[in-house]
């Protein structure tokens, strides 16, 4: 990746830009940081994320090898899920953008009523 038209077509950077992209991914990675939980637990912990899409967000991290999920007997049956070691590596990204984000949303949120006012729209 040397130059900027390769850093665009390089799927692994793509790869990485999807990862962060989706709403929940980010969420749920650092919701798992301080270690193995529950759904239930990890629901609670977020807030306004569904069942439904957190059992397909953990899905989909765990077929990326981000998450691990570790099923154990019992009665009742459970399951816990934790990052793994490639998933911690994402961690330092994600802080970094919460960061930006904590620094510089209010300017965001300026912008976008400015140019709501000025009858622009997003898409």
């Known amino acids: 990746m040397t130059t900027d038209h390769g ?39 977020i807030g306004g994320i569904s069942p439904k899409v957190l059992t397909e967000t953990l899905r989909r991290l765990q077929f990326d090898g981000l998450v691990e999920r570790r099923a154990y ?21 994600i802080e970094a953008l919460g960061v930006w984000a904590f620094e510089h949303g209010e300017d965001v949120m300026a912008a976008r009523e400015q140019a709501e006012e000025a009858g622009h729209s997003r898409d």
């Open 7 to 45: 850093f665009i077509a390089d799927c692994r950077a793509r790869l990485a830009f999807d990862l962060l992209a989706n709403t929940w991914n980010a969420v749920v990675l650092w919701a798992l940081r301080e270690g193995p939980s529950r759904p239930g637990e990890l629901r609670e912990r």
């Open 73 to 93: 007997a019992g009665s009742p049956p459970r399951v816990e899920y934790t990052l793994t070691g490639l998933g911690r590596t994402l961690l330092e990204p």
